[in-house]
């Protein structure tokens, strides 16, 4: 997705993202620095992006890709807004009937008839490529 004549590129991110640069396989130590590096633009060259938090607002965080020509001319910019979902499981966890957001058993799983505890199948299979 790089524009014709780039062979660099930087990266920006607000404070709710990590990016990791990986080039060709290799993972850079740590995550990218919000500004300032630039990687060479290799085929294979890979970021990965990921929050550890919930969003406040959708769209709140961005990741900014500036491009650069030889000699370090910026070409042009791509970016990507991104929100962050809080995924939770919750369960009735010790069978009453009620779903209980801090039920202690939600974490383990006791087999038989004063069992507690849920059983989640997930179906983790490449159905289409």
Known sequence: ?????????????????????????QAEVGSA??????????EGTVLRFSMSRASTEVNDNKVTV?????GGQP???AGVFLTGIRISLDVDADQDGVVEKNNPNKASWTWGPEGHGAI???????ETP
């Open 75 to 77: 070409i042009n910019q």
């Open 1 to 25: 997705a790089a524009p014709a004549g780039a062979v660099s590129f930087s990266v920006k991110h607000t404070e709710g993202v990590s990016v990791e640069v990986a080039c060709r396989g």
């Open 120 to 126: 989640l199948l997930v179906s983790c299979d490449k």
């Open 33 to 42: 620095p919000s500004s300032g590096t630039r990687w060479p633009l290799d």
């Open 66 to 70: 500036s491009f650069y020509a030889e």
